[in-house]
């Protein structure tokens, strides 16, 4: 199974931030690559797909990219709606498999 | 715009079987474009792929649990399901049912299983294994 390692695993931030989380893949997924946010009591939702795309309505201060083994999703500048946990999911391979999280909290 | 609601118990006894129901809404589950999936995840844990169902019936789960998960499809009641057997404690979590999307180009199984991403997802499902 292809793991993926998210770093760092809390991000303590302030309105405004630019953020940056990592994700690290154990074998070459080329840019097969997805990311999620995840929020208490709601629905995940899709953010990112094959490493930069961005989903349809989800706004443009959120971007991924990256190749290979390592892949960054950036929050140009953090908003409220924002603090939640962050995963990034690999489609190179099944069993599909998903990072360990990043949790984005108000400092 | 597509809706998933999971409904089910929410606590399922040691050694039992655990059966959660998806009903779509909006699209169905007879498309040929998408698999039909179950995520769970466990509290204060990851997210964790269980397995996905084509609309013909076809299933792939994963080899953590494929011995003890069936997912099925019912096209006519624009269902699809998620059965577990026997729960212990740690299948505890939360249970997505989620739409998988996928496109030309994506990675392909041998047996024809093709690679993607998750969207939209369901509210989700907390199952509690307790006794």
């Known amino acids: 199974d292809i793991q993926l390692t998210q770093s760092p695993s809390f991000l303590s931030a302030s309105v405004g931030d630019r953020v940056t989380i990592t994700c690290r893949a154990s074998q070459d997924i080329t840019n097969y690559l997805a990311w999620y946010q995840l929020q208490p009591g709601q629905a995940p939702n899709l953010l990112i797909y094959t490493a930069s795309t961005l989903q349809t309505g989800v706004p443009s201060r959120f971007s991924g990219s990256g190749s290979g083994t390592e892949f960054t999703l950036t929050i140009s500048s953090l908003q409220p709606e924002d603090f939640a946990t962050y995963y990034c999911q690999q489609l190179n391979s099944y069993p599909l498999t998903f990072g360990g999280g990043t949790k984005v909290e108000i400092k | 715009q597509l809706q998933l609601q999971g409904s089910g118990p929410g606590l399922v006894k040691p050694s039992e079987t655990l059966s959660l129901t998806c009903t779509v809404s909006?699209?169905?589950?007879?498309?040929?474009?998408?698999?039909w999936v179950w995520i769970r995840q466990p509290p204060g844990k990851g997210l964790e792929w269980i397995g996905n169902?084509?609309?013909?019936?076809?299933?792939n789960y994963n080899p953590s649990l494929k011995s003890r998960v069936t997912i099925s499809i019912d096209t006519s009641k624009n269902q699809f399901s998620l059965r577990l057997s026997p729960v212990t404690a740690t299948d505890t979590a939360v249970y997505y049912c989620?739409?998988?999307?996928?496109?030309?180009?994506?990675?392909?199984?041998?047996?024809?299983?093709?690679?993607?991403?998750?969207?939209?997802w369901g509210q989700g499902t907390l199952v509690t294994v307790s006794s």
């Open positions: 169902i084509y609309q013909s019936g076809s299933t």
């Open positions: 909006g699209g169905s589950v007879s498309s040929s474009a998408y698999y």
């Open positions: 989620v739409r998988q999307v996928g496109q030309h180009g994506l990675p392909r199984t041998s047996s024809g299983w093709l690679s993607g991403w998750f969207d939209p």
